[in-house]
């Protein structure tokens, strides 16, 4: 494990003493948060130097826990016996002697702003309880800290909470009737899954959950599943909630070779990752042999996680894995992903439906499964006005498909739009002519993952590629 700046912990006080030193706003904060941990808080101030939000907080009282207003400063008598002890002052020299007397009477101690001062600090909470995350950045950034948690909670449903009550209700259920390993494991998966997909709890999640618990009893080598989860043109930002939750909670992951690594640092980490990538004019992975993998990791009670650049159902062959594993009565779900022609919109800065330009959007495949022009596509259609036509997989054939267009009379002055790598810190844009694309492709690259794009919608894109040629790279 790499070096800890603070070690996270997480204290029992319920029913514990905590002294509060302090009448102002932040420490009638830090009291409401250790009366809601189920401390019993005596809060020692003055009278006269109590502010408005602790006046407040007395009158309301706490969500769980007790509250004492003790009206006078604190000695170290009134230290003893805490299970912790905050202050917050203005003057070094009171945070110096708190800490002294803190020390003296063995109890851990924080003084509010003041971490020179400090045995532990609070850091930001998220708050689902009896599920509860900490996040510190020792005392470095507390903004940052902040930042992190607003994040965090948008990856929580507060739905977790009533799923937290019901986890401890069967743990001993679960502890006594499934053996160790996979059958136990294979019931949190289960509960964690519906913890964070379904919007309904309490007794009917309870009841189904005791169910579950009972097949597992009676059969204690769990099912396997599939799920084909679509990673995004690249970058790890663009996935969904969901994509993250099934890496997360995946056993054997495979992934295709334009899956990035940032992507796959989100998954399980003691996941087994296994690269079968599909690319034009390399040695690849038969579809045949994937799918075998997914039956095999899966009838043996895996949670297996099949990961595409990209939206699964686009141009991903996901059918064919699909019905394989119907064939073999595997559970098989799905996780869209952003495909590489919305993010080719996002990096040009378009709609690939402009009102005045496209009535059509087109997904094309630019090759056959025998490494040339696809044949069984509608060449005359495609060439026709008023669309936008974006060829997948199609920089071998960026030279042919512009013939193609051009011989079922599309005009040579057609804008196009060529990107690769799109959403890396590699990416590289073009924009041109139909009569130049085979030239725009070979410059950006033939072997790198190419995009293709053709219609009215990229013009301001080209008549900008004109006005100033550097602007052209991305």
């Known amino acids: 494990m790499a070096a800890l700046a603070v070690l996270p912990v997480f204290l029992d006080l319920a029913g514990k003493r905590a002294v509060l030193a302090g009448g102002t706003a932040a420490a009638a904060w830090k009291a409401e948060l250790l009366a809601a941990a189920g401390a019993r808080v005596d809060v020692y101030a003055p009278g006269a130097e109590l502010s408005d939000e602790m006046r407040d907080l007395f009158v309301r009282g706490a969500a769980a826990g007790s509250l004492r207003h003790h009206d006078r400063p604190w000695d170290e008598a009134s230290l003893r016996g805490a299970a912790v002890a905050v202050l917050d002052c203005e003057g070094e020299g009171e945070a110096q002697a708190f800490a002294c007397a803190a020390r003296e009477a063995g109890v851990p101690w924080n003084v509010v702003d003041k971490p020179r001062f400090c045995a532990f600090s609070f850091g930001s909470v998220v708050n689902r309880s009896p599920v509860v995350v900490g996040i510190s950045t020792a005392g470095a950034a507390p903004i940052l800290g902040q930042a992190v948690r607003r994040r965090i909670e948008t990856l929580l449903p507060p739905s977790l909470s009533a799923w937290g009550r019901i986890a401890a209700k069967l743990r001993a259920e679960v502890m006594a009737r499934l053996a160790p390993g996979l059958a136990r494991r294979a019931f949190w998966e289960r509960f964690a899954d519906a913890a964070f997909t379904r919007r309904s709890h309490g007794e009917d999640g309870e009841t189904e959950m005791r169910a579950f618990v009972g097949e597992l009893a009676h059969d204690a080598s769990p099912s396997g599943r599939v799920t084909l989860v679509g990673?995004?043109?690249?970058?790890?930002?663009?996935?969904?909630?969901?994509?993250?939750?099934?890496?997360?909670?995946?056993?054997?992951?495979?992934?295709?070779?334009?899956?990035?690594?940032?992507?796959?640092?989100?998954?399980?980490?003691?996941?087994?990752?296994?690269?079968?990538?599909?690319?034009?004019?390399?040695?690849?992975?038969?579809?045949?042999?994937?799918?075998?993998?997914?039956?095999?990791?899966?009838?043996?009670?895996?949670?297996?996680?099949?990961?595409?650049?990209?939206?699964?159902?686009?141009?991903?062959?996901?059918?064919?894995?699909?019905?394989?594993?119907?064939?073999?009565?595997?559970?098989?779900?799905?996780?869209?992903?952003?495909?590489?022609?919305?993010?080719?919109?996002?990096?040009?800065?378009?709609?690939?439906?402009?009102?005045?330009?496209?009535?059509?959007?087109?997904?094309?495949?630019?090759?056959?499964?025998?490494?040339?022009?696809?044949?069984?596509?509608?060449?005359?259609?495609?060439?026709?006005?008023?669309?936008?036509?974006?060829?997948?997989?199609?920089?071998?054939?960026?030279?042919?498909?512009?013939?193609?267009?051009?011989?079922?009379?599309?005009?040579?002055?057609?804008?196009?739009?060529?990107?690769?790598?799109?959403?890396?810190?590699?990416?590289?844009?073009?924009?041109?002519?139909?009569?130049?694309?085979?030239?725009?492709?070979?410059?950006?690259?033939?072997?790198?993952?190419?995009?293709?794009?053709?219609?009215?919608?990229?013009?301001?894109?080209?008549?900008?590629a004109e006005r100033e040629p550097v602007a052209k790279v991305g």
């Not at 970058?235 to 992507?263: C, K, M, P, W, Y």
């Not at 297996?304 to 559970?331: M, N, Q, T, Y």
């Not at 002055?413 to 810190?425: E, H, K, Q, S």
């Open 231 to 464: 990673a995004g043109p690249g970058n790890a930002e663009l996935l969904t909630l969901a994509a993250v939750r099934a890496l997360q909670g995946a056993d054997v992951i495979l992934f295709d070779d334009l899956v990035s690594d940032d992507v796959l640092e989100l998954a399980r980490r003691e996941a087994k990752r296994m690269l079968v990538g599909k690319r034009g004019g390399r040695e690849s992975c038969r579809q045949e042999d994937i799918n075998a993998m997914m039956v095999r990791f899966a009838t043996a009670g895996r949670n297996v996680v099949r990961l595409k650049s990209g939206d699964v159902a686009v141009f991903g062959r996901a059918g064919e894995e699909i019905a394989e594993l119907e064939r073999h009565g595997i559970p098989v779900s799905i996780v869209p992903g952003i495909t590489a022609a919305s993010a080719m919109a996002a990096a040009f800065g378009l709609s690939l439906t402009h009102r005045d330009h496209a009535s059509e959007l087109r997904f094309v495949t630019g090759h056959s499964r025998h490494g040339v022009l696809p044949e069984n596509v509608d060449w005359p259609r495609l060439a026709g006005p008023g669309a936008t036509t974006i060829f997948y997989m199609g920089g071998r054939m960026a030279g042919r498909i512009a013939e193609r267009l051009a011989a079922e009379g599309m005009a040579a002055d057609m804008p196009v739009a060529v990107a690769a790598n799109l959403t890396r810190p590699d990416e590289t844009r073009r924009a041109g002519r139909l009569g130049d694309l085979a030239r725009i492709v070979a410059e950006v690259g033939v072997d790198r993952p190419v995009l293709i794009g053709v219609g009215r919608v990229f013009e301001a894109s080209v008549e900008a």
